[in-house]
Every structure is written in structure tokens, then in C-alpha cells.
């Protein structure tokens, strides 16, 4: 497997990532790269550093070459949770505020997003951040979403100082290293997830306790969108075809419940509820 390492060059937690990483697994500047500013050879794949901002990142088909990608970045949060994430990329309603296009989905990464997970939780345990950051997955949103390999976001949450923190760049430096050294999780169950906020705590605890990689997350706030379609594309832009479905209960309406027991029955998929 060859890998990708993304970042943005305007992004101080992509960038303190990145030197981090490159610490840690040594690389040499080379020319593949197409557009970037940055381009790394190292013996596991390709990191590049890219104007543009993470979520416009369309284009890494043609700028990086790899197999799948990895994209290092920060994440904001109104709230201020401080936080170590992971997640998978798309607009599930007909707006496309923050990159890709409307009602379109990237290709999840769920056995590399659990791996990156648990590696997180461990990594960020042992540094004694836990009780500072919160590891969690977060749910599927924003770009890029025309990437047609596997893609999964790794990101520091949520201000500036949380950003430019070196001790975070280490937790997610030796996450990504984890993976890139163990390669991805072999053995897991791939569900599909629907309801839960944002940070979809429940599903969360679900993977780590019962290692079921997510694909998609479909938050509570897009359940308005939820349709036949919407669950097609996440069940096909993946790379492990879900078995299951886990959903939230709490705060699905009866429609939505009517819809997946529908979808469930029509391909057999079974339905975990939370």
C-alpha cells in the first residue's frame, strides 16, 4: 500500500504534522508530485504540501501519486472542544459549503481510520492528553468529495494555540506512523453509521470496544437529507463494503427508522441499534 500524506501549506497543524512525521520516518525531496508546494519521497509513499485549502483538495488524484490518502489537518470547532479526530469526507444534502460538490461522497477508509483511531487513543494516552483532548470520530462532512480512492482526515481541534502545540503534532505524527508501520486493521466489521452529533460519541465507543470500522457517519443534523440514494453512495463510496448498520436511536424520527429497516431488509444488512 502506498500512501499519500496531504496537507495544506497555509495550515499551521498540517504543517507542524508533517515535520513531526518526517522525524520520525525520514524521506528526501523529490519531483513527483504535480502543483505542490512540498514533495517528499519516503519509503512508505508520497507526503506533499498544497496552497490550497484541505477541503479543496479535489485534485490529489492527479497531484499525489498513492493508492489512498491520508490528509493531515486542523479542525475548528464553535464550541471550542479540544480534540484529536478522525474522519471521512461529504456532502450528504444539496449544499456544498466547504468543499466538494453537493450530495456527493468521498471514499471512505474505514480500516485505516480504525487503526488510525485506536492508535490515537493510545498515542494521546500515554502523552497524558486525554484528559485534556477528546479522540473521537467525527461525522461525515465536507471536501473534497471527487477523490476516487480511499481518503480519511486526521485532524488537531480547535484553536490556534491547539494547532501550533508540538506535543499535538507528535500525537498525530505517531498515530499516522502506527499505520503506516502496521498497516491497516485486518479484522474488523465495516458498518455504515447513522444518527449522533457531530462528534458521534457512540459510535465512537462502538469501534474501539468492538472494533467496527466506520465508513460513513451520517450525523443527526443531516437525517432531513437521509434517503434511499444517500445510503446507496455511502454503502459504494467505501473502501470495505458495510455488513452492518449501526444507528443512533436516540434522536431518529420514525421515518428515518422505516427508511433502514427497509434498506437493511432489501440487502440484508443488519441493523445495530445505539
Excluded: Q
Amino acid at each position: 500500500m502506498v500512501f499519500g500524506i496531504a496537507y495544506s501549506t497555509t495550515d499551521p497543524a498540517g504543517i507542524g504534522i508533517a515535520e513531526a512525521l518526517l522525524k520520525l520516518m525520514g524521506g528526501r525531496e523529490c519531483g513527483v508530485c504535480r502543483g505542490a508546494v512540498e514533495c517528499i519521497c519516503t519509503d512508505y509513499g508520497v507526503m506533499a504540501g498544497f496552497r490550497e485549502e484541505v477541503i479543496y483538495f479535489d485534485f490529489l488524484e492527479e497531484g499525489l501519486p498513492a493508492d489512498s490518502y491520508i490528509v493531515l489537518s486542523r479542525h475548528s470547532s464553535s464550541h471550542g472542544i479540544k480534540s484529536y479526530t478522525i474522519h471521512h469526507t461529504g456532502n450528504v444534502g444539496f449544499e456544498a459549503l466547504y468543499g466538494g460538490k453537493p450530495f456527493s461522497l468521498g471514499v471512505a477508509y474505514p480500516e485505516a481510520s480504525l487503526r488510525l483511531l485506536k492508535a490515537l487513543r493510545k498515542v494521546a494516552e500515554e502523552l497524558r492528553r486525554l484528559e485534556l483532548y477528546e479522540v473521537c470520530y467525527e461525522a461525515t462532512h465536507h471536501g473534497p468529495t471527487e477523490v476516487n480512492k480511499p481518503l480519511v482526515f486526521i485532524e488537531i481541534g480547535s484553536a490556534e494555540d491547539d494547532w501550533s502545540s508540538g506535543v499535538n503534532h507528535e500525537v498525530i505524527a505517531l498515530a499516522v506512523s502506527e499505520l503506516i508501520e502496521k498497516g491497516v486493521v485486518s479484522n474488523c466489521m465495516p458498518a455504515l453509521g447513522v444518527g449522533g452529533g457531530h462528534y458521534p460519541r457512540k459510535h465512537t465507543e462502538k469501534a474501539l470496544r468492538d472494533d467496527y470500522c466506520y465508513g460513513h457517519i451520517i450525523a443527526k443534523y443531516s437525517l432531513s437529507n437521509l434517503s434511499w440514494e444517500i445510503l446507496e453512495k455511502a454503502s459504494k463510496r467505501t473502501s470495505l463494503k458495510p455488513v452492518r448498520i449501526v444507528v443512533e436511536k436516540k434522536g431518529t424520527k420514525i421515518e428515518h427508522r422505516e427508511l433502514l429497516e427497509a434498506y437493511s431488509h432489501y440487502y440484508n444488512l443488519p441493523i445495530d441499534y445505539i
